[in-house]
Structures are given as structure tokens and as C-alpha cells.
T-cell receptor, first 110, second 112 residues
Framework: SQTIHQWPATLVQPVGSPLSLECTVE??????LYWYRQAAGRGLQLLFY??????ISSEVPQNLSASRPQDRQFILSSKKLLLSDSGFYLC?????????FGQGTRLTVV | GDSVTQMEGPVTLSEEAFLTINCTYTATGYPSLFWYVQYPGEGLQLLLKATKADDKGSNKGFEATYRKETTSFHLEKGSVQVSDSAVYFC???????????FGAGTRLAVHP
């Protein structure tokens, strides 16, 4: 069966520090992968999506970047975090008929 | 571009009340439509879906009908429970862009 792992579950980082969130998928090949952010009291914003290794589409200009070094690995990064980067980050992969989400990472930048 | 618009929340209801959460969309072509639910502290789960006009998706007492003429996919439930308290997201997926687009989400609070 397909499984998606996302870690860490929670993270508190100081302003200006780097960030690396990792997401891996099991049980499928060549999935479409997504990073979403859900800021407090707001909806779900698509940050990046990837249709294959090394193929990243950025949906909004921001302080973050994404990479896909392997077929089932998707990494969200930042060189220097901002206060506004705080939020709930969700990794997902989808088929034509359904998307599967990780448990999310709650990031607090202090 | 493609987009999804949901009614603003929060929606507060008493147990056993009737629920409607409105969702309309803008898309090129013929998208698939979805409702996802997010319980507190968790990721999103698929609630129901419809892939073509006039299809009705249903699950756990929730229903939504794909209305092409009104570009809508409203979520309904005849009798809500406290356990239905969550955030509900309407979403669409267009084959051309191959990505999933979500609405802003609607928070539902059901009290006894």
C-alpha cells in the first residue's frame, strides 16, 4: 500500500536559520509530489509541485525552495527563515483520482 | 487561472442540524472535483469526489453533486455530529496542469 512519511512533526527555529523538511513516499513510482502551506487561520496554499526527478514548479515567490533528488523524495528548504515562514506544511502525492497527505510539520519561527 | 472559492467560515451548528458548505470553481476543461477534510492536528483526508458532470460523490453521510451549469460542488449532510467538527476543503484537479488546487477551507464546529 502507498504511504507517505513527513518529518519532523514539529519544529521551532530562530529567524535566519536554515530549514530542511523531508517527505518520502512508499508503494508507488513516479508520483506527482506537492508541498502546501497552511498559515494560521488561512487556507491551503500550493508552494511547489513536481512531476518527476529534478522537475520543480514554484507557485508563489517566496523564501523557500524545493528539490526532488530521488523519485520518491521531496525536500523543502530555506537558507534563512523569516517569521512569516511559520505555518503548517503538508507534503502530498496524488493519482488522477485522489491525493494522499503526510501528517504535516508545524513550523514556528521565533 | 484555475481556482476554487468556498464560503467563509466558521460554520457553527447544533448536532443533527443540516449542513451546506458552498463551493464554486473556475477551470478550463473538465476538472475532477474533491472534498477533503482535516481533523485537528492532522493532514487532509479525501472525503468524496466526482469526476464528471452530474456525478454525485458520497461518503459518511456527506454528499456533493458536480454541477457543470453552475460550476459548483456544494457539500451537504442531513444531520451533523460533533465528530464532524473539522476544516473542509473543496479542490479541483485539471488534467492539463496536472496539479491539485484547493479552496481556502471552511471550518465547521458542531456543538451538542
Amino acid at each position: 500500500s502507498q504511504t507517505i512519511h513527513q518529518w519532523p512533526a514539529t519544529l521551532v527555529q530562530p529567524v535566519g536559520s536554515p530549514l530542511s523538511l523531508e517527505c518520502t513516499v512508499e508503494g508507488t513510482s513516479n508520483p506527482n509530489l506537492y508541498w502546501y502551506r497552511q498559515a494560521a487561520g488561512r487556507g491551503l496554499q500550493l508552494l511547489f509541485y513536481s512531476v518527476g526527478i529534478g522537475q520543480i514548479s514554484s507557485e508563489v515567490p517566496q523564501n523557500l525552495s524545493a528539490s526532488r533528488p530521488q523519485d520518491r523524495q521531496f525536500i523543502l528548504s530555506s537558507k534563512k527563515l523569516l517569521l512569516s515562514d511559520s505555518g503548517f506544511y503538508l507534503c502530498a502525492w496524488d493519482t488522477v483520482t485522489e491525493a494522499f497527505f503526510g501528517q504535516g510539520t508545524r513550523l514556528t519561527v521565533v | 487561472g484555475d481556482s476554487v472559492t468556498q464560503m467563509e467560515g466558521p460554520v457553527t451548528l447544533s448536532e443533527e442540524a443540516f449542513l451546506t458548505i458552498n463551493c464554486t470553481y473556475t477551470a478550463t476543461g473538465y476538472p475532477s472535483l474533491f472534498w477533503y477534510v482535516q481533523y485537528p492536528g492532522e493532514g487532509l483526508q479525501l472525503l468524496l469526489k466526482a469526476t464528471k458532470a452530474d456525478d454525485k460523490g458520497s461518503n459518511k453521510g456527506f454528499e456533493a453533486t458536480y454541477r457543470k451549469e453552475t460550476t459548483s460542488f456544494h457539500l451537504e449532510k442531513g444531520s451533523v455530529q460533533v465528530s464532524d467538527s473539522a476544516v473542509y476543503f473543496c479542490a479541483l484537479r485539471t488534467g492539463g496542469y496536472n496539479k491539485l488546487i484547493f479552496g481556502a477551507g471552511t471550518r465547521l464546529a458542531v456543538h451538542p
